[in-house]
T-cell receptor, first 110, second 117 residues
């Protein structure tokens, strides 16, 4: 079983839709959690960190459920420019290194 | 954008040949990483460095070696390339590592597409 698992999608949604991605992690000792965004054939970039209390950045909301060991990302009012792959990333409690999910692809259509 | 460059950006080589990829940073960050990205696997850590001449293995280090003789440069070497090493290679840097209260963002370079025939 992979340490971080995501549904690869693709998720195809119309502009203005709300879309949610989930990610599960297997190591309960995981310390920190993040969402990265990767555009096609580009490098990953940090989208937002995920805090236990949940956090919001504009149209993006991230939540963490430690008991169930999953992380979510909610995107409201989707824009064409949101089309990308979203990587769920966990800081391993064992190694202190980042563990990346394989990513969920979002395609927002006009 | 963080000052990270990778060279070459694209390379095609033949099985059995040595290949060296270079990562160069202008941020003076202590930590540097090499990842590979393959379909269905996401990014996997190959090797990392926590200072000049200080390196350690990651998840998929077999067949790779690294060197860091200067803060700004981190080299990844495939001693004898194999077709299974065809991949996109990303370098990343960070200022701090480990610990939820001290972790800082990792910044990635633009990537190197390597094809081993």
């Amino acid at each position: 079983r992979k340490e971080v698992e995501q549904d690869p999608g693709p998720f195809n949604v119309p502009e203005g839709a709300t879309v949610a991605f989930n990610c599960t992690y297997s190591n309960s000792a995981s310390q920190s959690f993040f969402w990265y965004r990767q555009d096609c054939r580009k490098e990953p970039k940090l989208l937002m960190s995920v805090y236990s209390s949940g956090n919001e950045d504009g149209r993006f909301t991230a939540q963490l459920n430690r008991a169930s060991q999953y992380i979510s990302l909610l995107i409201r009012d989707s824009k064409l420019s949101d089309s990308a792959t979203y990587l769920c990333v966990v800081l391993s409690g064992n190694t202190g290194k980042l563990i990346f999910g394989q990513g969920t692809t979002l395609q927002v259509k006009p | 954008d963080a000052g990270i460059t990778q060279s070459p950006r694209h390379k095609v080589t033949e099985t059995g040949t040595p290949v060296t990829l270079r990562c160069h940073q202008t941020e003076n960050h202590r930590y540097m990483y090499w990842y590979r990205q393959d379909p269905g696997h996401g990014l996997r850590l190959i090797h990392y460095s926590y200072g000049v001449k200080d390196t350690d293995k990651g998840e998929v280090s077999d067949g790779y070696s690294v060197s860091r003789s200067k803060t700004e440069d981190f080299l990844l070497t495939l001693e004898s390339a194999t077709s299974s090493q065809t991949s996109v290679y990303f370098c990343a840097i960070s200022d701090l590592s480990g610990g939820s209260s001290s972790y800082n963002e990792q910044f990635f370079g633009p990537g190197t597409r390597l094809t081993v025939l």
